[in-house]
């Protein structure tokens, strides 16, 4: 999922919030898992390793749309490609 939202025109009633363009909500197994926003990913902290790895590789897509380097915009079922082709090796 991606949030997007315009900033009102009054600065000073939102300078922090409103530096924020995009925020990608990055799930597993049907349950938020991260947040990539501003050129980060933060992870939930009670991910077991191999779910880390997963959501990890998710980020790593949403940044990368975030970034210009892929065509966007997220979207889950592309993340969850791009996670088992870097984790599992193309075409399995």
């Known amino acids: 999922m991606?949030?997007?939202w315009n900033c009102p025109t009054?600065?000073?009633r939102c300078d922090a919030l409103c530096s924020v363009r995009t925020l990608n909500l990055i799930e597993h197994d049907g349950r938020a898992?991260?947040?990539v926003v501003?050129?980060?990913a933060l992870l939930d902290a009670t991910l077991g390793p191999t779910?880390?790895?997963h959501v990890q590789a998710k980020c790593l897509h949403a940044l990368e749309i975030a970034a210009?380097?892929?065509p966007g915009p997220y979207n889950?079922?592309?993340a969850t490609r791009y996670a088992r082709e870097?984790?599992?090796g193309p075409g399995r």
């Open 10 to 12: 009054e600065a000073s």
């Open 76 to 78: 889950d079922a592309a």
């Open 86 to 88: 870097v984790l599992d």
């Open 38 to 40: 501003d050129g980060q």
């Open 68 to 70: 210009g380097d892929r």
């Open 33 to 35: 898992a991260a947040v």
């Open 51 to 53: 779910a880390r790895r």
């Open 2 to 4: 991606t949030i997007a």
